[in-house]
């Protein structure tokens, strides 16, 4: 983003700001007292963490379901500074096309907890955990907060390198409530949530239950997204302390999309590759009559149908104690089952597939085999069973705040991947399971053990200063067995999958910061801190040592490899004043450099993508690539116009550049100097909000600059710029008696129906990348009340 566009957008915004804030003025002349009040209580955009040593920011339940009713928490934070989000749908439940990436690093080198509880990695392909928008309904969310350098060292996660998200459940009501919400718009919607609040009963106790059905028509085919959720919380305080059950239950079905493939081979690129289904006398009208696709196609063909399915039980038990005045014991249980698959009735002619099955049906006609229609079904077939344990003592002693605590996990997870029949007279459903394979290709077992320990203290060296230091040890053990190894000649230069033991052992990574009061309304922070990313645990694919291609490559990788680190330091200013600048009533913000070195980047190196996409792993080889230095500054900050304006922007630029180049074959790739793919440099969003009597409206913008597609950077995508409505308020007829707070909500997402690339899936080191599109303008009105 260069300093012309800079100016244009946000001299326009300033503009807008100064007319509607003398538009309010002139409305609030009389109404000092409130304007007064809302310098103490302004209309945040976002919540600035004034306690902690590091960046960290939070939405409230409130902001986020005005961006939509029933978003996803990760969706959420794209209004955050450093933040990139994209997903194919308004509410970001799609997993398989997602895209986040924070201060340069991806989606999966980040940390993720629902109170407290670890979700994993998110991610698409399950090992060990699952999405913030199946552990917990989005209206029960009570706030997230985002790490976007350095998380809490009692953060229960192997993966934060780059910050960690943290997702809070809504605790019950105080009083008995039954709270319904329906929502209708475009392709379909229909989101309907109910929940009942017990209020206080017995002694201390109060607890909740809903559930939520949600359905939407994929927009640019026939798919239908959604499914059921249930979350139970109950509540005891008592003398002894306070006990917290919850429990949540998942099924989900999400219709997957297709990527465009984009390189100067590929003459045919489309904006979407829609499936068929459910019109199957198209799908065969598509192919050949021996399964071919149209070769003017070329990788861009159409598949039947995709799809994740995913069922999901969690739960977990806490109890918080006060053993002393100055000292609290907090224990913490969870349990975790998923059961998921991914499906995929797609064309038998492509991709390699003829000499796979060739393998399993030598000699035989492989349509008839397959049920005679030119299809089969591929399946990736997942299992979670995890269990953990979380302990946290504070104590108080003089100065010092004392912590330490331990995180323990076991985690057996299987991946299978299998081919079944897609028979011409009998075609299956994506929202059916599969059953009678003809084909398990392989089956992963892996039994993993996690281990964290931390201990730190927070030191208040004066009344204004106080400084935090302690340090974090991970251990993991991963032992990954494969019951099911794939006959010879089913993988490219593989006869069989690595089986072992990987145990890693990290016993320090430190971690420093500290703030100062400079005022009561200024503060300063700086931290630094090392992270690892453990192995991943997932047999058959991926960026996983599991995933190569023999068991001398495997070795060769556990007696030589090191798991990724990274070591970010930050500093920054946060601001709260209350002003008296005319119209302009309070002002409050935060701004944030840092610099982070990121050592022992691993990196799948695979000449053949769009193969191992459909076949399945192993024909990569997992390396380490060097090193990535980074340097950024995040700016955001909230204008506040009495009550009834409030103007927020977050501007940040990130630079994330590999120092290495690295060899793929013979061959030296030449990435040193070069900048991450898939991450842009500049980002800037803001939101509007005005209030007018009962109505609320507000306008968002997210700016989201080139960005490089390879990891030699000759190929990018364009910037985008995306704006999306919301307007609410009250339904004053409807209130009364034993309905209260009737109300609505009506939102617009991609206001001003732009097209282009959303997210970008880098794969390759030159010449090619994929892409996913910008989502149509989508309309949403949402009806709530209580009762």
Request: net charge neutral.
């Given at each position: 983003?260069?300093?012309?566009?800079?100016?244009?957008?946000?001299?326009?915004?300033?503009?807008?700001?100064?007319?509607?804030?003398?538009?309010?003025?002139?409305?609030?002349?009389?109404?000092?007292?409130?304007?007064?009040?809302?310098?103490?209580?302004?209309?945040?955009?976002?919540?600035?963490?004034?306690?902690?040593?590091?960046?960290?920011?939070?939405?409230?339940?409130?902001?986020m379901?005005?961006?939509?009713?029933?978003?996803?928490?990760?969706?959420?934070?794209?209004?955050?500074?450093?933040?990139?989000?994209?997903?194919a749908?308004?509410?970001?439940?799609?997993?398989?096309?997602?895209?986040?990436?924070?201060?340069?690093?991806?989606?999966?080198?980040?940390?993720?907890?629902?109170?407290?509880?670890?979700l994993?990695?998110?991610?698409?392909?399950?090992?060990?955990?699952?999405?913030?928008?199946?552990?917990?309904?989005?209206?029960?969310?009570?706030?997230?907060?985002?790490?976007?350098?350095?998380?809490?060292l009692?953060?229960?996660?192997?993966?934060?390198?780059?910050?960690?998200?943290?997702?809070f459940?809504?605790?019950?009501?105080?009083?008995?409530?039954?709270?319904?919400?329906?929502?209708?718009?475009?392709?379909?919607?229909?989101?309907?949530?109910?929940?009942?609040?017990?209020?206080?009963f017995?002694?201390?106790?109060?607890?909740?239950?809903?559930?939520?059905?949600?359905?939407?028509?994929?927009?640019?085919?026939?798919?239908?997204?959604g499914?059921?959720?249930?979350?139970?919380?109950?509540?005891?305080?008592?003398?002894?302390?306070?006990?917290?059950?919850?429990?949540?239950?998942?099924?989900?079905?999400?219709?997957?999309?297709?990527?465009?493939?984009?390189?100067?081979?590929?003459?045919?690129?489309?904006?979407?590759?829609?499936?068929?289904?459910?019109?199957?006398?198209?799908?065969?009208?598509?192919?050949?009559?021996?399964?071919?696709t149209?070769?003017?196609?070329?990788?861009?063909?159409?598949?039947?149908?995709?799809?994740?399915?995913?069922?999901?039980?969690?739960?977990?038990?806490k109890?918080?104690t006060?053993?002393?005045?100055?000292?609290?014991?907090?224990?913490?249980i969870?349990?975790?089952?998923?059961?998921?698959?991914g499906?995929?009735?797609?064309?038998?002619?492509?991709?390699?597939?003829?000499?796979l099955?060739?393998?399993?049906?030598?000699?035989?006609?492989?349509?008839?085999?397959?049920?005679?229609?030119?299809?089969a079904?591929?399946?990736?077939?997942?299992?979670?069973n995890?269990?953990?344990?979380?302990?946290?003592?504070?104590?108080?002693?003089?100065?010092?705040?004392?912590?330490?605590?331990?995180?323990?996990?076991?985690?057996r997870?299987?991946?299978?991947?299998?081919?079944?029949a897609?028979?011409?007279?009998?075609?299956?459903?994506?929202?059916?399971?599969?059953?009678?394979?003809l084909?398990?290709?392989?089956?992963?077992?892996?039994?993993?053990?996690?281990?964290?320990?931390h201990l730190?203290?927070?030191?208040?060296?004066?009344?204004?200063v106080?400084l935090?230091?302690?340090?974090?040890?991970?251990?993991?053990?991963?032992?990954?067995?494969?019951?099911?190894?794939?006959?010879?000649?089913?993988?490219?230069?593989?006869?069989?999958?690595?089986?072992?033991?990987?145990?890693?052992?990290?016993?320090?990574?430190?971690?420093?910061?500290?703030?100062?009061?400079?005022?009561?309304?200024?503060?300063?922070?700086?931290?630094?801190?090392?992270?690892?990313?453990?192995?991943?645990?997932?047999?058959?694919?991926?960026?996983?040592?599991?995933?190569?291609?023999?068991q001398?490559?495997?070795?060769?990788?556990?007696?030589?490899?090191?798991?990724?680190?990274?070591?970010?330091?930050?500093?920054?200013?946060?601001?709260?004043?209350?002003?008296?600048?005319?119209?302009?009533?309070?002002?409050?913000?935060?701004i944030?450099?840092?610099?982070?070195?990121f050592?022992?980047?691993?990196?799948?190196?695979?000449?053949?993508?769009?193969?191992?996409?459909?076949?399945?792993?192993?024909?990569?080889?997992?390396?380490?690539v060097?090193?990535?230095?980074?340097?950024?500054?995040?700016?955001?900050?909230?204008?506040?116009?009495?009550?009834?304006?409030?103007?927020?922007?977050?501007?940040?630029?990130?630079?994330?550049?590999?120092?290495?180049?690295?060899?793929?074959?013979k061959?030296?790739?030449?990435t040193?100097?070069?900048?991450?793919?898939?991450?842009?440099?500049?980002?800037?969003?803001?939101?509007?909000t005005?209030?007018?009597?009962?109505?609320?409206?507000?306008?968002?913008?997210?700016?989201?600059?080139?960005?490089?597609?390879?990891?030699?950077?000759?190929?990018?995508?364009?910037?985008?710029?995306?704006?999306?409505?919301?307007?609410?308020?009250?339904?004053?007829?409807?209130?009364g008696?034993?309905?209260?707070?009737?109300?609505?909500?009506?939102?617009?997402t991609?206001?001003?129906?732009?097209?282009?690339?959303?997210?970008?899936?880098?794969?390759?080191?030159?010449?090619?990348?994929?892409?996913?599109?910008?989502?149509?303008?989508?309309?949403?009105?949402?009806?709530?009340?209580?009762?």
């Amino acid at each position: 983003m260069n300093k012309k566009f800079l100016a244009a957008l946000t001299l326009p915004m300033l503009a807008m700001a100064a007319n509607v804030a003398a538009a309010v003025a002139d409305m609030a002349a009389n109404e000092a007292p409130e304007i007064e009040a809302a310098a103490a209580a302004p209309i945040a955009t976002v919540e600035v963490a004034t306690r902690k040593t590091r960046s960290s920011v939070e939405l409230s339940k409130s902001d986020m379901q005005k961006i939509l009713p029933g978003v996803n928490p990760l969706k959420a934070l794209q209004t955050l500074p450093g933040v990139s989000f994209q997903t194919a749908d308004p509410w970001g439940n799609n997993e398989q096309n997602l895209s986040l990436f924070i201060h340069g690093f991806s989606g999966q080198q980040l940390g993720y907890t629902m109170d407290g509880v670890p979700l994993g990695d998110q991610q698409y392909g399950n090992y060990n955990g699952l999405s913030p928008q199946r552990a917990i309904t989005s209206e029960n969310v009570g706030r997230v907060i985002l790490s976007s350098g350095a998380g809490d060292l009692a953060t229960a996660s192997t993966s934060n390198l780059g910050g960690t998200i943290e997702t809070f459940s809504s605790n019950p009501l105080a009083d008995r409530n039954v709270a319904v919400q329906q929502t209708v718009g475009s392709y379909k919607t229909s989101r309907t949530y109910l929940r009942y609040d017990t209020g206080n009963f017995g002694d201390g106790n109060s607890a909740y239950i809903s559930g939520v059905h949600h359905e939407q028509k994929a927009w640019d085919f026939n798919g239908r997204q959604g499914g059921d959720q249930i979350n139970a919380k109950f509540v005891n305080n008592s003398s002894l302390g306070r006990l917290t059950i919850y429990a949540a239950y998942s099924d989900k079905i999400e219709p997957n999309e297709d990527s465009t493939v984009h390189s100067a081979t590929e003459k045919y690129q489309p904006y979407t590759r829609p499936f068929m289904y459910p019109n199957f006398q198209q799908a065969l009208a598509y192919l050949s009559a021996t399964g071919a696709t149209p070769a003017a196609e070329g990788n861009n063909y159409r598949n039947y149908y995709s799809d994740a399915q995913r069922t999901d039980y969690l739960t977990y038990a806490k109890f918080e104690t006060n053993l002393t005045d100055t000292t609290s014991w907090t224990n913490q249980i969870y349990y975790h089952n998923d059961d998921g698959v991914g499906v995929v009735a797609g064309p038998i002619g492509v991709a390699g597939l003829p000499a796979l099955f060739a393998v399993y049906f030598p000699g035989q006609n492989l349509k008839q085999v397959f049920g005679n229609s030119g299809y089969a079904t591929r399946t990736t077939e997942y299992a979670i069973n995890r269990n953990g344990w979380l302990s946290t003592l504070n104590t108080e002693l003089g100065d010092h705040k004392l912590q330490a605590g331990f995180w323990l996990e076991h985690n057996r997870s299987s991946a299978y991947r299998r081919w079944y029949a897609l028979d011409v007279n009998n075609p299956s459903s994506p929202y059916d399971r599969p059953s009678n394979p003809l084909i398990t290709q392989y089956g992963s077992e892996i039994d993993n053990k996690v281990a964290q320990l931390h201990l730190q203290d927070e030191w208040r060296v004066s009344p204004d200063v106080a400084l935090q230091a302690g340090f974090k040890s991970s251990l993991q053990f991963a032992d990954g067995q494969f019951p099911v190894q794939p006959k010879f000649g089913a993988i490219a230069n593989s006869s069989a999958l690595p089986v072992g033991e990987i145990i890693t052992k990290k016993w320090f990574l430190p971690q420093i910061g500290g703030r100062w009061d400079i005022t009561a309304q200024d503060q300063a922070f700086f931290n630094v801190q090392k992270n690892m990313r453990q192995f991943v645990t997932y047999g058959g694919g991926g960026v996983s040592p599991w995933s190569l291609s023999s068991q001398g490559a495997f070795d060769l990788f556990k007696s030589t490899a090191k798991p990724e680190t990274s070591i970010t330091y930050e500093a920054g200013l946060r601001t709260n004043h209350q002003l008296n600048w005319g119209a302009v009533s309070a002002f409050d913000g935060q701004i944030n450099v840092y610099h982070v070195d990121f050592k022992d980047r691993l990196l799948q190196i695979s000449p053949t993508s769009v193969i191992t996409s459909i076949i399945g792993g192993n024909l990569a080889v997992l390396t380490n690539v060097g090193s990535v230095k980074t340097n950024g500054i995040d700016f955001s900050g909230t204008l506040h116009f009495g009550r009834n304006f409030s103007l927020y922007n977050a501007l940040s630029y990130n630079q994330s550049k590999y120092d290495d180049n690295y060899v793929s074959g013979k061959d030296i790739v030449p990435t040193a100097g070069k900048k991450v793919p898939g991450s842009p440099e500049w980002m800037d969003k803001f939101v509007a909000t005005l209030t007018v009597a009962d109505t609320e409206f507000q306008l968002s913008g997210d700016y989201v600059g080139n960005r490089y597609a390879t990891y030699t950077n000759d190929l990018s995508v364009k910037s985008y710029f995306l704006t999306n409505l919301g307007v609410s308020g009250k339904l004053p007829f409807l209130n009364g008696g034993w309905l209260k707070n009737a109300r609505y909500r009506l939102n617009v997402t991609n206001l001003t129906n732009k097209e282009g690339d959303l997210n970008v899936v880098v794969g390759a080191a030159s010449g090619t990348y994929n892409t996913f599109p910008i989502a149509p303008r989508q309309g949403f009105l949402t009806l709530m009340a209580d009762f």
